[in-house]
């Protein structure tokens, strides 16, 4: 008797543990397709010709893609590079995490020093009223 409920429990759990495994795998399928789309407009970096195409303001906490458009490769490093240090190779793609408190963010690309640009990070809809928060 004893062994018999052992074995219903555990076909039981088997059932479970199964469907746990296909609602995990539906929803990660789904999630690609998502991540795989056209990135926002105000969270794309373009950088092309030696020069950083900076979005306006990006929000804290951000993911940031990077498209290099050149044959070399640039990065995206903060002065302060523990907030971001990104190398992104020549016609590649690369996405970094915005820094999470607000401010301006001055960068460089440690390859071409010349390269110069500055990442704002904002919260978009709070206009005038962001110091109130
Ligand atoms: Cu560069």
Known sequence: ???TAFH???????LFGLA???AVSACTS?????????????????????RFDMPPT???GATITIRNKD???HSVTAE???????EVRGGETVTFTAPSSPGSYPLHCRYHPAM?????????RTGGNAAAR
């Open 8 to 14: 219903l429990l555990r076909r039981v759990t088997l």
């Open 30 to 50: 789904s999630n690609d397709g998502e991540s795989t789309g056209t990135p926002l407009v105000g969270d794309l970096i373009n950088v092309h010709g030696n």
């Open 116 to 124: 110069r640009a500055t990442l704002v990070v904002a919260w978009e």
């Open 20 to 22: 746990a495994v296909l």
């Open 1 to 3: 008797m004893m062994l």
């Open 80 to 86: 302060l590079s523990v907030f971001f240090d990104t």
């Open 71 to 73: 044959d070399v490769a």
């Open 58 to 60: 990006v929000e804290p």
